[in-house]
């Protein structure tokens, strides 16, 4: 089992708002294993079995290998959809809502 990442070790998970999404790429470009492209060109997280979650809001737990990817993602991401928080109290760490 992947550990999953965290900032001090808690756990956290991503989401991307597809309202937002202008279908660059560049999340699935640097984190495969978690983005992907679907067929209505918009991206969306995967789960852990490489399953496209495509319920809106669909979280995905951010495993430790790829913490640096996905928080590149983030920063990158020209419309700026991708979100990062911590599963305890939901609180953004990464993306456009982070404090």
């Known amino acids: 089992m992947q550990q999953e990442a965290g900032v001090e070790g808690e756990a956290l ?18 984190a495969p294993e978690v983005f992907e492209l679907d067929i209505d060109g918009l991206a969306y997280v995967k789960s852990a079995d490489d399953e496209l979650l495509q319920d809106k809001g669909a979280t995905t737990p951010v495993p430790l290998p790829l913490l640096t990817d996905v928080i590149d993602s983030a920063k990158e991401c020209p419309g700026e959809c991708i979100h990062v928080r911590r599963v305890s109290d939901r609180a953004e760490v990464y993306g456009p809502d982070a404090e």
């Open 13 to 30: 998970e991503v989401w991307i708002d597809q309202d937002l999404c202008t279908g660059d790429g560049i999340c699935a470009q640097y």
